[in-house]
């Protein structure tokens, strides 16, 4: 599952205002995204300056993707069994 949303700068942005500098009011996903709770992600920013065309633009692009390294080792602390410290004293 990964997810790609861009923003665009904000034209009507403006010093000292609350809009944010970069917005996309009209994004629409293929697929349903859903993020679980408990599960790991990892989160990417681009900045990006011209588009496919080679036109100029200034917009940003998130992507957000599941962890496979963060997950699986979360699975294996999950499923580890839990030692008992005193079992392996030699005496």
């Known amino acids: 599952m990964s997810a790609y949303i861009t923003l665009f700068f904000n034209d009507k942005k403006q010093d000292g205002d609350n809009l944010p500098l970069y917005q996309n009011g009209k994004v629409k996903f293929d697929e349903t995204i ?3 709770a408990g599960k790991f992600y990892e989160i990417a920013l681009w900045k990006k300056t011209e588009n496919k065309n080679g036109d100029a633009m200034n917009a940003v692009s998130i992507k957000i993707d ?3 390294y963060w997950n ?3 699975s294996e602390t999950e499923t580890a069994p839990i030692s008992n410290p005193h079992e392996n004293i030699p005496f």
Request: glycine letters at 0%; proline letters at 0%.
């Open 66 to 68: 599941e962890s496979d």
């Open 72 to 74: 699986s080792k979360q």
């Open 34 to 36: 859903t993020l679980q």
